[in-house]
DNA sequence: TCGAATATATAAC
DNA sequence: GTTATATATTCGA
């Protein structure tokens, strides 16, 4: 009887949110100034699969997804539940794993590398169900303005100012609305 | 199965 | 600066 577990935490304004299954892998994420909304996207997640509702708890990974945003390391290592994404989200999601903290890519960068299109990248990368934990924030499009960070349907300028914000934290060097082209990153 | 919708890129004006 | 067009993937009717 598959039961998943819904565990929030807040640091400063904001609210952090994990779902997790029972094997304790990490289903999804979430983030916002908002609990309910942070709440509901969980929620609405598990619900894709799921009949029952995710039982509420705590988990250390709420308090690690703090860390993340805070623009440091994690302490512990994660696993994750790949069941409800695509081979091509996975294909995409592994790259982002490897952008180093205080550099960026661009969504056309990604599409050569895995021999796809740009618009089929920045697909992927919206629907990424592990914000912070799979760096989407460090995707950029390629006139090296910040772009979108979209949180499903939120916040949906075109210079996200918390994606610019996460950057800034980790040290992506900026020039005015621009990410500098030494922060650039090359996938192999 | 097809048409519309994307967190795009590039080229032209 | 602004369009126009090509493009890969996903989602819903």
Redesign the pocket.
Known sequence: MPNSLLALGSHGRIWFGVLVDEDDRLLAAAFSESQKLVKRHLTSFSQKAETKAPREGSHRLAEEMSRLYDGKMLRTPIRLNESRV?D??MKVYRLLNKIPRGRVT???LI?KAID?????????????PW?LFIP??R?I???RSV????MTGKNRHPDSPVKRALLEREKVPFREAHVLPTALWNPE
Not at 116 to 128: D, I, L, T
Not at 147 to 150: C, F, I, K, L, T
Request: aromatic content about 10%; hydrophobic content about 25%; charged content about 5%.
């Open positions: 695509s091509f989200q661009s969504y056309g599409a796809s299109g740009p618009r089929a990248v920045g697909n992927a990368v919206g629907s990424n914000p989407c924030h995707v499009p390629a006139d772009g979108n960070y979209s």
